[in-house]
């Protein structure tokens, strides 16, 4: 399934795309395992495992670690197709799942994610890790698609500040320049997924629009790949001042 332009593109972009991986009856049946999370197991979350959106309805922006609270998510990281498809292009057998993640970006209410690199905040050494992410609803440029950098991901950890966006705490000071560094827009339909290396700069914009653009990210690490638990528990302490100012997760 990992065909060897598949690999050469995720190892030459930092990203790639695979075509409907998934079936049209499995996305129905995500779909509904996502609401019933959402309905049964959000309101049970502490902060740092769900992210609302700042707007009056306050819909889920993010969810993360959902494999540790029902097991459909963590029978999903095991797909084969989907483990071969990280196991090949982390030229790794010995793969694990570290996350199984939820990005709503609701109609109307998604908001931009600014520009960043995921190990800027994952610590992992080496960066042998990639989120493979399932497109739930059609991701077009207009309601948020993912962003990516083309090469990105060779160029190390950038330096990073703050952002104060609640589910994306750190952004890019400056992102690379775009003429050595071009975008690409990730544009999926339901079943499609794509690929991204742990240090892939990416970000996605508002969704203004009618259409809801869902998404469920898994993130595999290879053997090699070891995380700094000190940088770590650095990062769960800026985590910890930032939630004590957030709202409640019942508004």
């Known amino acids: 399934m990992a065909t060897k332009h598949i690999v050469q593109q995720y190892n030459e972009d930092g990203f790639v795309i695979v075509r409907q991986l998934i079936s049209t009856d499995e996305i129905a049946a995500l779909d509904q395992h996502v609401d019933d999370f959402i309905r049964d197991v959000v309101p049970t979350l502490e902060p740092g495992d769900v992210y609302f959106e700042d707007t009056p309805s306050r819909p889920v922006k993010s969810i993360f670690r959902m494999n540790r609270h029902a097991p459909y998510f963590q029978q999903l990281a095991d797909d084969l197709r989907l483990r071969d498809l990280a196991t090949a292009l982390l030229a790794d057998t010995n793969i694990t799942c570290s996350n199984v993640a939820f990005f709503g970006k609701p ?28 497109a739930i609803d059609e ?7 993912l962003i990516c950098q083309q090469g990105s991901h060779r160029l190390g950890v950038l330096p990073h500040q703050p952002s104060g966006v609640m589910g994306f705490s750190m952004a890019l000071v400056e992102p690379p320049d775009l003429a050595s560094h071009p975008e690409a827009a990730l544009c999926l339909q339901p079943g499609d997924v794509a690929v991204h290396h742990v240090a892939t700069v990416h970000r996605s914009d508002a969704n203004l629009t009618t ?20 940088a770590r528990a650095e990062h769960r302490k800026r ?11 019942q508004s």
């Open 107 to 134: 109609s109307g209410d998604g908001s931009v994610v600014p520009a960043h690199q995921d190990n800027a905040f994952q610590y992992w050494a080496p960066p042998d890790v990639l989120t493979v992410t399932i």
């Open 139 to 145: 991701s077009t440029v207009d309601n948020g698609a």
């Open 211 to 230: 259409r809801c653009r869902r998404q469920l990210s898994i993130g595999y690490c290879s053997s090699r790949a070891q995380p700094d638990e000190a």
């Open 239 to 249: 985590l910890a001042t930032l939630h004590a100012g957030a709202k409640p997760l």
